[in-house]
């Protein structure tokens, strides 16, 4: 089966810094762009970072110089490291999964809780 399970969530105070991980299965993830989301309550979900499957990265204005995005294809992991982190960065944080090719499918995680408070 297809999993995309997200980890490494929880409390961290302002200024403070969290690294996210995605473990994916059941899918080619090699030959997929990946990506992080996030959303809070009453606000649409939100593009956070986006690395394709050749490694080339986009960011959020709001992130920009903050956080990094990478993937280990040797371990089929995505990561997201977060670093001066904002109370506003607090949501549910998404991994996602698109093909290269039109062809096949698009997975979501079922998210991580960050909250960034003191």
């Known amino acids: 089966q297809v999993r995309l399970v997200e980890s490494g969530g929880g409390l961290v105070q302002p200024g403070g810094s969290l690294r996210l991980s995605c473990a994916a299965s059941g899918f080619t993830f090699s030959t997929y762009h990946m990506s992080w989301y996030r959303q809070t309550p009453g606000k649409q979900r939100e593009l956070v970072a986006h690395?394709?499957?050749?490694?080339?990265?986009n960011y959020a204005d709001s992130v920009t110089g903050r956080f990094i995005i990478s993937r280990d294809n040797a371990n089929d992991t995505l990561s997201l490291e977060m670093n001066s982190l904002k109370s506003e960065d607090t949501a549910v944080y998404y991994c996602?999964?698109?093909?290269?090719?039109?062809?096949?499918?698009?997975?979501w995680g079922q998210g991580t809780q960050v909250t960034v408070a003191s």
């Open positions: 690395i394709t499957k050749g490694g080339r990265t």
């Open positions: 996602k999964a698109a093909p290269a090719l039109v062809f096949g499918s698009t997975y």
